[in-house]
């Protein structure tokens, strides 16, 4: 929102949302122009080939990566702008952030998570919705793929929005 001050910290959203595979896909569909000036994304390429970044920090769940990652992110971030209506699709496991919303209009962004099928849930969904396990394209394969992963449980947060946890001191 304008005057809020509020950035998205560097994160990736599959500790926040773990799944059996990671076939799973954020679209960001812009209701707002999406601009420099009102936070557009930032996306780092090829992020979601590389390794999960821990979002704990001196024991805290912090919904962001570490210090030393965000400062690599910032150099290799592409900025994702593009006018309303613009739907942006992210692998989950891409580092991403926005920045601040310089300017004195809203900038919104409608977010759904998508995953194929066969990929389950390994944390209770944050921001349940009647829409949630609904199969968009195709059918139930009937079959849970399960690939090898070490993860760390994510905190469910309190509340519908990640920037409370994005807020607390942990690093
Ligand atoms: O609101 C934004 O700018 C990005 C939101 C985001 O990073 C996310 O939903 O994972």
């Known amino acids: 929102m304008p005057g809020s001050g509020t950035v998205v910290k560097w994160h990736q959203d599959f500790p926040f949302d773990p799944h059996t595979n990671d076939d799973c896909v954020t679209a960001m569909l812009y209701l707002d122009d999406v601009t420099n000036e009102n936070g557009a994304p930032r996306i780092v390429p090829d992020s979601h080939r590389g390794p999960i970044h821990s979002l704990w920090h001196n024991g805290i769940f912090t919904g962001a990566v570490e210090d030393k990652i965000a400062r690599e992110c910032e150099t290799s971030a592409v900025e994702c702008a593009g006018p309303a209506g613009s739907?942006?699709?992210?692998?989950?496991?891409?580092?991403?952030?926005?920045?601040?919303?310089?300017?004195?209009?809203?900038?919104?962004?409608?977010?759904?998570?998508?995953?194929s099928a066969d990929a389950i849930p390994l944390s209770p969904n944050a921001v349940p919705s009647v829409y949630s396990d609904q199969i968009v394209y195709g059918k139930d394969p009937g079959k849970i793929r399960v690939q090898r992963q070490t993860l760390e449980a994510p905190e469910i947060p309190a509340g519908a929005s990640f920037f409370n946890q994005q807020s607390q001191q942990g690093m």
């Open 87 to 115: 739907i942006c699709l992210m692998h989950t496991r891409a580092l991403h952030g926005s920045s601040t919303n310089r300017t004195s209009s809203p900038r919104t962004l409608f977010i759904a998570n998508l995953t």
